[in-house]
């Protein structure tokens, strides 16, 4: 049976929570993402984790993070403080 949609899979799996560190005054953020936002369907009905593994660019350790990641998000970036944040958001209003 090939799979249609990642609602048909999506109570298989658990919400991913992923924690940014920054100096330690600062202290960290978590992001929360639900299956919906890191599950994709493959041409071939195969579920496939959506989060890119950057290991092999920049420093090593970079993860690319996007699109059906951050789906529901409003994504904020203080120019100031040099920090970014995120919250739940519809994305219709401002």
């Known amino acids: 049976m090939n799979t249609l949609s990642v609602k048909d899979v999506k109570h298989f799996f658990k919400t991913l929570t992923l924690q940014f560190w920054s100096t330690w005054w600062?202290?960290?953020?978590?992001?929360?993402?639900?299956?919906?936002?890191?599950?994709i369907i493959s041409d071939?009905?195969?579920?496939?984790?959506?989060?890119?593994?950057?290991?092999?660019?920049?420093?090593?350790?970079?993860?690319?993070?996007?699109?059906i990641s951050l789906r529901g998000k409003l994504v904020i970036y203080d120019?100031?403080?040099?920090?970014?944040?995120?919250?739940?958001?519809?994305?219709?209003r401002s």
């Open 26 to 39: 600062i202290g960290s953020t978590k992001l929360q993402i639900p299956p919906e936002g890191y599950l």
């Open 44 to 67: 071939k009905g195969n579920v496939c984790l959506g989060i890119l593994d950057g290991s092999k660019v920049h420093d090593g350790s970079t993860i690319i993070l996007g699109d």
């Open 79 to 92: 120019n100031v403080k040099h920090k970014i944040g995120w919250q739940p958001s519809d994305c219709i």
